[in-house]
């Protein structure tokens, strides 16, 4: 018996699948953007930091891989705390021999909660992608910070081939997963009636809220949560939900 298939969109440059891949469901994958380099201003590493927040894997690899920009980043927060927005991107962080002092439970949100209340006079770095939320800078300056965005990528969209919509429409998924809200724009985008309407009756796993809230205004109906902002948390749901529909 055939294994039930599930659509996977991601936007950023981490493969969803791991080696051991999935026995329970067959993963169809595509990549939405490509990650593109971007060399921020001088200015934004001029001042001395007293917190470095990276909120994805991506940034963390782009400035620790990046032996001018690491230098620069180094020298700006010498002696200041460093915090991962969640539990992969402090992985990351320490895959290249950094120990973040705060780690959030994998949002904007989540780490504004374990930051104090107040924070006059505390000066914020944050290393991003072009693309990035404004919750978090946004929330840090309510509450006094003084937050400089380093903007040091961008994600770039990529062509998308006819064929993954007849795909939808001829071959149909069990399961749909958005690892973000703009690789759920690139897969909703320019979509015609059917096919959109198809993933609309398509059980959809996100990783957050923010990609929840783009498909729910693009009007698809069921829509669960991972656990964690994990891809195999994700994998995890994908294959409970493939296998469920397939049983019915």
């Not at 006079?121 to 309510?142: H, M, T």
């Not at 609309?200 to 957050?208: C, S």
């Not at 698809?220 to 656990?227: F, K």
Request: with cysteine; charged share 25%; proline share 7%.
């Amino acid at each position: 018996m055939s294994r039930p298939r599930v659509l996977v969109v991601r936007s950023g440059a981490n493969p969803f699948l791991s080696m051991e891949g999935s026995g329970a469901v067959e993963v169809v994958e595509r990549v939405s953007h490509s990650i593109e380099p971007v060399e921020p201003p001088e200015e934004a590493f001029a001042e001395p930091a007293d917190l470095a927040i990276f909120t994805s894997q991506v940034a963390v690899e782009r400035v620790a891989g990046d032996p001018r920009l690491l230098s620069r980043f180094s020298q700006a927060t010498s002696g200041a705390r460093l915090a991962a927005v969640g539990p992969v991107t402090a992985e990351a962080l320490r895959r290249r021999g950094i120990e973040p002092a705060l780690v959030a439970a994998g949002s904007g949100e989540a780490l504004l909660e374990a930051l104090p209340e107040r924070l006059e006079g505390c000066r914020v770095l944050l290393p991003c992608g072009e693309d990035a939320a404004p919750e978090l800078p946004d929330g840090l300056r309510r509450r006094g910070a003084s937050v400089r965005r380093a903007v040091v990528y961008r994600k770039v969209a990529r062509h998308r081939d006819e064929a993954l919509e007849r795909e939808i429409l001829e071959r149909p998924f069990a399961a749909f997963c958005t690892t973000s809200p703009s690789a759920a724009q690139w897969l909703f985008e320019g979509l015609g009636d059917p096919a959109a309407d198809r993933l609309r009756a398509t059980p959809a796993v996100v990783l957050g809220r923010f990609t929840r809230r783009f498909l729910e205004a693009r009007g698809v109906g069921r829509i669960s949560v991972a656990s964690e902002q994990r891809f195999s948390s994700a994998l995890s749901l994908l294959e409970e939900l493939a296998t469920t529909a397939a049983r019915a």
